[in-house]
Every structure is written in structure tokens, then in C-alpha cells.
């Protein structure tokens, strides 16, 4: 019986593309949690939706489409952000109403794909293609590469940003870096857990392995660990038991976090 | 080593600084005191380039601060005991590393050399033993060791200290003044130090600067004393005075 999920290419691509995304979310999501920047990962989620309901009008790729409306919108949004004309969260909510509202009116344009809507709303590993799966990995080593160069840079970004701009660093750069990696992990996670849950996946992994108080690479290592069992088991629930893929994910990965907030007290 | 001249700088309508020039000389040890809301601060985040002056150059080096690129001779110990997010999940060590990121710039890891270096200057400020702890769960006085540690780790030149010893206690403080003793004249690092503790300053450091918005004295300790009792600009707040005292 556990070794029936093999047999169906379906599932082979959806672990393959759950290992991929459970290895980026938290690595973006180290850098975003601890700069209280939680919610673009939400705020970019909508916007990929807008993204998803442009390529579905027009017959492309809704992954690409989705990218390149999520990578505009990050730019936009930090821009606006490090303007000061609106506080930060107000334009995160511009972003995020925005977009769903251009999403919503899209879609009914597109009348007879309203039956994928909930697909990308809440994910739907199952008909991930070989051709996403290309896409995906593409996007991941981008993000992977681009993370392991500026690395250091980002850390000190984080920790202290002011320090960080009298050491040298170029901290406007790098910070329009991390939004545009930020764009990429949201895009390549909608098949997996759909546009309203992306947010949990870069997100709880990490809180989850904040609360183990280690240092900094020993958290981005335990959040990975984190994520890809959440991933992997919540694949493999969700098949025996016919269940909805990401929300079964997002609930494991909610269980361990009380389980490692319990056990922490 | 440091010039500062004519410096004014304002928000909105409100004049915070008018007319400051200083001159740092390498191997000076530099205290800047002022009350309250006196500028002293915003001075020192001009002087780094962190804000930009309404008027008035800020020249480090030799260079104008908006065309400075050396920025590895600079150290910079912010107020951080005050807004620190003790939860960050980073070691002692991995504090201190970050200041070697500056010297070995983008796209370059860090080295064998960087991590001996890092050693050498958290034994300097023997918080060698405590290297594997979280930074937060470290005391006031042992994070404020660790954030020196991080500008030492740079190789500077000169560091900036920003009220480095906020929320720590006297006994503290005393061990935390003769790290700088020694730094100052056994290593002959320059320091400019902000702080509102004038006592402490004047027993410290070699020059002091009294800013209230504007420069009220700058000159030797013993100067700056007789000022400070003549005019007693501390306990009396506000008091703005014009006088210029020519160094």
C-alpha cells in the first residue's frame, strides 16, 4: 500500500514539486519573518492570483503570468514602502485588495474557467505537469543561487539595517532582491498549496523553528526540516485519505508548531 | 581624519542642528554630550552618511561622505540595548562575522582568516567563552561588548559609539569605559562617543562637544567642565546659548 502513491506519475510530480517549493519557502521566509515582513508573502499570494486569472484570459502559462505579475508588484510595493507616502501595511493592503479585485473581475471575463478557480485558490498538486515541474526548478535554482550569493548581506540587512548601510552594503539593492525572490517562491508554490495558503508555507516552518532559539543557520536548517516533512507527509495524507493537498500540509505544519511551542514552554 | 563643517540640518520646519563643525583628529577620542533632544544623535547619523544635511559637508578621510566608499575604516556601535529584538536567532559568533561581510564584499565567503579574526577580537573583549549563545539571551553590558566586537572586526580606523551604554548598570559601565581606555591608547583607535553622561565623558575622553541643536562647546574636558558649571545647560534643559567656543 505505501508504495501505491509511486505508481501514479500524477504523484511523482507533485512530491517532486513539493520537495522544490518545500525547500525555497523558508529560505525566503527566514528573511521575511524576522524583518516583519510576513505579510507580503500574503500580499504577493493575491497578487499571483490576479497573475493566474491574466494568463488564463489570454491562454498562457498562468505559472509565468503569474511571476511576472507578482515580481512587478514586489518591486512596486517596496518602492512605495521605502517612499513613506503610505505606511508600509497600507500598501501591502493596496496591493492585496487590488489585485484580488483585478483577479475577481478577470476571472469573469473568463467565464468558463471560473471551475479552475478553486484550484488555484487552495492548489492542486495533482495536475501539476512536466512542464511545471521545469518551470518550478528553473525558478528554484534562481533563487537558490541568487539566496547563496547574497547571503551574508542579507543577514546583516535583517539583523541591523542601519549598521549594515555604514558597513557598505548596498541595502536598497539587496532588499529589491529579497522582494523579487520573495515574487518567484510565492509564484512556483501556487500549484501546491493555491494562492490562500502560500503565506503559511514561507511562514510557519520558520516561526516553528524560531521557537527552538538556535542560531541562525541551525534555524534555517530546522525550518527546512520542517517544511519538507510537512510537505512530504501532507502529500502522502492527503492521497490515502482523498484530502485537500495544501490544507492538509498547512495543518501539519500548524500541529508541529504547537507541538515545538508546547514542548518550548 | 573626520571633518565636519558648517553642518545644518532640519525636519520640516524645525531646525534640529544649526552650524557644527568638528575636527577629528586620528588617534582623538571624541565625546559628544547634549541633552535631551539636542541633535546629537542626527549628528552622528549625518557624519555616517545615514542622513543627509541641509547644509554643510561632512568629509571622511579626505572624502565627502556621499562619495566615501571605504566604509570598513568606519565602525559603528548603534544604540541597540534599547530597540534589540532579543528573539533574533543569531549567535555571538555569527554577530561578530557580520563584521567581516563588509571587508569581504559581495560575492566573496568568508575565510579560515575571517573566523581567527573574529576570535581575536571577541577574546579582546573577553566575550570569547560566551561565542556560541544567542545574542539575546546575553546581559546589556555583554551585548553592547559583542556589538564593539562586530566594529572591531572590520579593522577600522575610527568607530562610532551611539549612547553605547544605555540601560547598563554603573559596575558595568566602569569595565565597559576601560575597554575604550584601551582601545583608544593601546590600539589608538579613534572614538567619537555619544552619551548624555557628562561626568563619565570628561574623565574619558581627550575632546568633548556639547551640542544643544547648535555647538555650545567643544574643546579639552577641563574646558568643557568649567563651561558646563557656568552654565549649567544640563539641569536647565533647554537653554539655548550662542556662544561658539573656538577650537
Known amino acids: 500500500m505505501i508504495l501505491d502513491i509511486f505508481q501514479y506519475g500524477f504523484a511523482l510530480r507533485a512530491i517532486e514539486a513539493g ?37 488564463a484570459l489570454i491562454g498562457f502559462n498562468p505559472v509565468i503570468t503569474a511571476l511576472l505579475a507578482t515580481v512587478v508588484s514586489s518591486l512596486g510595493i517596496e518602492r512605495l514602502r521605502t517612499s513613506k507616502k503610505v505606511y508600509g501595511e497600507s500598501a501591502l493592503s493596496l496591493f492585496l485588495s487590488g489585485s484580488l479585485a483585478l483577479a475577481v473581475v478577470l476571472l469573469s471575463i473568463a467565464k468558463g474557467l471560473n471551475a479552475n478557480l478553486l484550484n488555484y485558490l487552495f492548489g492542486s498538486i495533482v495536475t501539476v505537469t512536466t512542464n511545471d515541474i521545469f518551470i518550478i526548478s528553473a525558478l528554484a535554482a534562481v533563487v537558490i543561487v541568487t539566496l547563496l550569493l547574497f547571503y551574508k548581506e542579507l543577514i546583516y540587512i535583517t539583523f541591523d539595517e542601519e549598521a549594515a548601510r555604514v558597513s ?78 495544501g490544507g492538509t500540509i498547512v495543518l501539519i505544519m500548524l500541529i508541529i508548531f504547537g507541538g515545538v511551542s508546547v514542548w518550548k514552554k | 581624519m573626520i571633518e565636519v563643517k558648517d ?55 579626505g572624502k565627502d561622505v556621499s562619495n566615501f566608499k571605504e566604509w570598513p575604516k568606519i565602525g559603528y556601535v548603534p544604540q541597540k540595548v534599547t530597540n534589540f529584538d532579543a528573539n533574533f536567532p543569531v549567535t555571538v559568533k555569527e554577530v561578530v562575522m557580520m563584521g567581516r561581510y563588509a571587508r569581504r564584499g559581495l560575492f566573496h565567503e568568508t575565510t579560515v582568516q575571517d573566523e581567527r579574526l573574529v576570535r581575536q577580537v571577541l577574546e579582546q573583549v573577553e566575550m570569547w567563552e560566551h561565542r556560541d549563545r544567542l545574542i539575546g539571551d546575553l546581559s546589556g553590558g555583554q551585548q553592547q561588548r559583542v ?15 551611539d549612547e553605547p551604554t544605555t540601560g547598563i548598570d554603573q559596575k558595568t559601565q566602569n569595565g565597559f569605559y576601560s575597554l575604550l581606555r584601551k582601545l583608544n591608547r593601546e590600539l589608538h583607535l579613534t572614538l567619537v562617543l555619544i552619551s548624555h553622561d557628562i561626568d563619565m565623558i570628561a574623565r574619558e575622553a581627550k575632546h568633548v562637544a556639547c551640542i544643544n541643536r547648535t555647538l555650545v562647546c567643544y574643546g579639552l574636558p577641563a574646558e568643557f567642565l568649567k563651561y558646563n558649571s557656568a552654565t549649567d545647560i544640563f539641569s536647565g534643559g533647554v537653554k539655548i546659548i550662542a556662544h561658539k567656543h573656538d577650537h
Do not use: W
Not at chain 1, 21 to 43: E, H
Open chain 1, 19 to 55: 520537495i522544490i517549493v518545500a525547500i525555497i519557502a523558508p529560505l525566503i521566509g527566514i528573511f521575511l519573518v524576522l524583518r516583519r515582513y510576513s505579510l507580503i508573502a500574503d500580499t504577493l499570494a493575491h497578487v499571483s492570483l490576479a497573475g493566474v486569472a491574466v494568463g
Open chain 1, 168 to 245: 557598505g552594503i548596498p541595502v536598497r539593492s539587496i532588499n529589491a532582491i529579497l522582494m523579487v525572490l520573495s515574487a518567484f517562491t510565492v509564484s512556483i508554490s501556487i500549484p501546491i498549496v493555491g494562492v490562500l495558503l502560500i503565506a503559511a508555507l514561507i511562514v510557519i516552518p520558520v516561526v516553528a523553528a524560531l521557537q527552538l532559539r538556535q542560531s541562525f543557520a541551525k534555524t534555517i536548517l530546522c525550518a527546512e526540516a520542517i517544511s519538507l516533512f510537512s510537505v512530504l507527509a501532507g502529500i502522502v495524507v492527503s492521497f490515502y485519505f482523498d484530502l485537500a493537498t
Open chain 2, 7 to 61: 553642518i545644518s540640518f532640519s525636519y520640516g520646519p524645525d531646525e534640529i542642528l544649526s552650524n557644527i563643525s568638528l575636527h577629528i583628529e586620528k588617534g582623538d577620542y571624541l565625546g559628544i554630550v547634549g541633552p535631551n533632544g539636542s541633535g546629537k544623535t542626527t549628528l552622528l547619523k549625518i557624519m555616517l552618511g545615514l542622513l543627509r544635511p541641509a547644509s554643510g559637508l561632512v568629509a571622511l578621510f
Open chain 2, 147 to 161: 556589538f564593539i566586537a562586530r566594529a572591531l572586526a572590520t579593522e577600522p580606523e575610527i568607530i562610532f559609539l
